[in-house]
């Protein structure tokens, strides 16, 4: 890789990361505003919905940008595995 390659990698990972971050950040501040909403407002806790249906996502959103170190690593260890028992097969 390149210099230039291997900088525009760089600010690609550290933009996503600062994207979960964000999306992080909305997600405690949104769902603690619609908690005390639930809780001053409504006997039933309505709140647990979103709550999972956005934690899901957040979940989601944080395992591929975290994520994706691992699993490339160990994409590159299967196809180190393959090349070597191709080898030896022939």
Do not use: C
């Amino acid at each position: 890789m390149t210099e230039q390659n291997i900088e525009q990698l760089a600010r690609r990972r550290a933009g996503a990361k600062l994207g979960f971050y964000i999306h992080a950040l909305t997600f405690v501040l949104v769902m603690s505003g619609l908690a005390a909403l639930n809780y001053l407002t409504s006997p039933k806790p309505w709140s647990l919905a979103p709550l999972l249906g956005w934690g899901f996502g957040l979940t989601i959103h944080g395992f591929t940008v975290f994520g994706r170190d691992r699993l490339s690593g160990f994409k590159e260890r299967l196809v180190q595995a393959e090349l070597e028992k191709l080898k030896k097969s022939n």
